[in-house]
């Protein structure tokens, strides 16, 4: 029977061995399916597996002479084997070897990265427990709007990249079929029957309807549930770069010691992981555009796509492995500064208080909105063009005091009173869990 696969790190997934060795496994559960259909005996059967194997550097030097991969590499297992290796490769094409050899490379990646959304899904949710409740400024526009606070910033992250690792299961579970059909899929030289035996013995389900190859909507399926994760990594990394500027500072990426910022200038401590997985999130999003790309290929196929996934699936596999172990480590090391947050809050005066005035002038006063807008508009201008606290003013007001006493003052201008729906939607964002 085929070993059992062990989880390597993701670069070594991808090296030529690991591709040659994914092809090998696929033809020898094709030899498996032929010998359980009585057609290979059952003494050549265990000649085969006991000797399939090849040496790398006998497969490229074959191919050098033949410009053909799959046929270097039969060469190079055909020696190790001997005459029972007339077996290998019976009724096939390369692209059954091929595709389902990727099919098995492209779950064992899959589980890698799910692995990794699982460890930073862990991480945003003890976030946004521990900082459930710590008020800070909601910005729309880049502008102050109205305080949330920075649990709720996290469990929106948190509820994101579970979309984000629901899409991608969903897009593992798509690609995780197999093709044994032959030339273009009728199976003129093999059966359903040994199909399906092949695709048991992998752990893959059979492609309904095959040509010469698995069609590639799988594949930009997958590729491209892989671009929008990155797209969620990137909005994250804005999130932490635009919260570290000077200005704002409400967090700060981790800075070892001995760590240097700038060449120039010894003070800087700069959002460099941030800054470079927002790069590597454009690479991912370009790779989906090539996988795309190549869903339309000549007839029953062509050679056009190959080229493409050689270089897309290590690639991107790779970086997502990369950018959500590099946001993990981020995030876990992450410096929060909730006085800033605090200090925060009042540089706009009290502004964000506006919206509560105006709902009161209209709902307890009676006011038409416009009316109501309009004069809590007046006074959150002058507050913003003098500098003047907000509630000072409107406190101040002979309009404001007529319609409201100091006790419901005192309500309207309460920051936590924003926060009074935020257990309410850990629970909901949670899925009932204890908040």
């Avoid at 490379?105 to 946004?128: C, H, N, P, W, Y």
């Avoid at 635009?242 to 967090?251: A, F, G, K």
Wanted: hydrophobic share 45%; proline share 3%.
């Amino acid at each position: 029977m085929i070993e059992r696969y062990t989880r390597p790190a993701m670069g070594a997934l991808w090296t030529l061995r690991r591709r040659l060795d994914a092809w090998l496994e696929v033809e020898l559960a094709v030899c498996e399916a032929w010998t359980r259909l009585g057609v290979i005996d059952s003494h050549s059967m265990a000649e085969i597996r006991a000797k399939a194997d090849f040496d790398v550097e006998r497969v490229l030097a074959v191919e050098e002479e033949t410009r053909h991969d799959v046929i270097a590499f039969l060469t190079a297992v055909e020696e190790k084997v001997g005459p029972a290796a007339r077996f290998i490769h019976l009724g096939c094409t390369s692209s059954d070897i091929v595709d389902t050899a990727n099919a098995l490379l492209l779950v064992r990646a899959g589980a890698i990265i799910l692995e990794d959304f699982e460890t930073l899904l862990s991480t945003l949710k003890t976030m946004a427990l521990k900082y459930k409740g710590q008020l800070t400024m909601g910005r729309t526009h880049g502008v102050h709007a109205e305080p949330t606070s920075f649990g709720l910033k996290m469990l929106g992250f948190y509820a994101e990249f579970t979309r984000h690792r629901d899409r991608f299961k969903r897009a593992v579970d798509n690609v995780r079929v197999g093709k044994i059909s032959g030339a273009v899929g009728t199976y003129t030289m093999l059966t359903p029957e040994v199909e399906r035996l092949s695709c048991e013995i992998l752990g893959l389900d059979v492609d309904p309807v095959s040509t010469q190859i698995i069609q590639r909507d799988r594949y930009a399926e997958y590729f491209t549930t892989l671009a929008v994760a990155a797209g969620g990594v990137e909005r994250l990394c804005v999130e932490l770069r635009h919260l570290q500027r000077t200005e704002v500072l409400e967090v700060e990426e981790g800075f070892a010691k001995g760590q240097k910022g700038s060449s120039a200038m010894p003070h800087k401590r700069n959002p460099i992981s941030a800054e470079n997985m927002a790069g590597l999130a454009r690479l991912i999003r370009g790779n989906s555009l090539a996988a795309m790309e190549n869903m339309a290929l000549w007839h029953e196929r062509d050679i056009s796509h190959s080229s493409v996934e050689r270089v897309i699936m290590p690639d991107s596999t790779i970086l997502m492995d990369y950018a959500l172990a590099r946001l993990n480590s981020l995030m876990s090391n992450l410096r929060v500064l909730p006085e800033n947050m605090e200090r925060n809050l009042m540089r706009s005066y009290g502004l964000f208080f506006s919206q509560r005035v105006l709902l009161a002038l209209v709902e307890e006063a009676g006011l038409p909105r416009q009316e109501a807008y309009e004069r809590v508009q007046r006074l959150a201008m002058r507050s913003w063009d003098e500098r003047l606290p907000f509630a000072e003013l409107v406190r101040g007001d002979k309009f404001m005091k007529q319609h409201f006493t100091e006790a419901r003052m005192d309500a309207l201008f309460d920051p936590a009173s924003c926060l009074k729906h935020e257990e309410a939607i850990f629970r909901r964002a949670l899925d009932g869990e204890t908040a």
